[in-house]
């Protein structure tokens, strides 16, 4: 039997041992950096596996296994944490913490990981060089992924690939595409403040509200007007505060929002359009404008091609391989494809016979737990193959 058969059919006696560990981390959800007690699970099932053993960015694991063979590194990486939402599944491992929800699957990614580990465990003397798996905390808007980095542990990584469960995806589906696959992105506030007064006078007052809104709307001529159409990109406002009764102008205005792009000099641009028109039209209008940025940004999470090519032809015995399509959304494995070439891939988990049709992060999410076994075979056949090949 090829080594590549016998993962996957390791992989496949595998299928409980995750689908347990999965409705274990369920049941217990950690929000960011908060993961003790699966980061816990995950350093003890690892030292049972003779992995070498990093705790990093806080709650974070990174686990070695050195190879039989000289040759590279490889990374695979999960992500643990769960969000502030409160469940609504009625299922026996539904979450036992109040408000707390693995509503993205990282509960799933988690188990895959391990799973990959002890079949990579098993097949050590055929691995040529070590494989990394990272186990990381805080992904849901902690950037831990960039903590990581910092940490160095990419700097000796030949390739990265991470696996994310994927609810606009049929069970089984494994989600391969090259070039951009998630957006980056940023979050901002601005602050318009004119002068508070009677509604009824408005000439008495500098109404910040109107000038709001016209920034609001100018915002989006930069999509339409200023952008490349052949470039998705977005602003949302999200967040609106101001006033307090019918017939007040308040004195300033908030508002919040997010930007998204899969290009990075349109972001830059975006972002310097969006400072000069708020400080600009403001000032014309006798306001003052602010517009600061409220988190980091995350990068796009580009897929390197030559990867995605070598991810297509080693997974194809595993399932059946489609083209996903693009999303707006963003995922911190951006910082991994910054410093080392990377491959984000989806794994189809909709199932509509069984209800499961929610997106993620809604408290009804669920997964087809009869594909997670596939999981642990991809980052294992990645890693063997990839490693196989370098050398
Ligand atoms: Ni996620």
Redesign the pocket.
Known sequence: MSINDEIIKKAKELETYVVDKRRDFHMYPELKFEEERTSGIVVNELENLGYEIHRTAKTGVVGILEGEEEGGTVALRA?MDALPIQEENNVPYKSRIPGKMHA???DAHTAMLLGAAKILAEIREHINGRVKLIFQPG??GGLGAKYIVEDGHLDDVNAVFGI?VWADLPAGIIGVREGPLLASADGFKIKINGKGGHAAAPHLSIDPITVAFDIGNAYQKIITREVNPLQPAVISITRVIAGTAFNIIPEDVEMWGTIRTFNEKVRDYIVDRMKQITEGYANSMRCKGEFTLTMENIPPTINDSKLAEFGREVLKDLGKIEKPDQTLGA?DFSFYTRKAPGLFILLGIRNEKKGIVYP?HHPKFNMDESVLWMGSAIHSLLAYNFLREKK
């Open positions: 992500d993205c699957g990282h992904e849901e994310h995922e993620h």
